[in-house]
């Protein structure tokens, strides 16, 4: 049962972690990207699949942590 939650909360962060996006095209790939890209603004969609991730990746974490302590 563990393994089938870790295996649905891996394509849903696999998915959350493909929503997001920080700069468009190439340069935006190498960490560069104009004058805005030192610093924006969550707001809404995306600050919302922001937190979803994290809570996501905590939840993942926690499962394997417990399953690996021996939690059925």
């Not at 295996?7 to 190498?30: N, Y």
């Amino acid at each position: 049962m563990i393994a089938i939650a870790q295996i649905v909360l891996a394509v849903i962060i696999i998915g959350l972690i493909l929503l997001q996006e920080r700069s468009s095209g190439m340069s935006g790939l190498f960490g560069g990207g104009g004058d805005d890209s030192y610093y924006q603004t969550r707001r809404g969609m995306e600050k919302f699949v922001f937190i979803a991730t994290i809570v996501a990746s905590v939840i993942f974490v926690a499962l394997a942590a417990w399953q690996l302590l021996g939690g059925r």
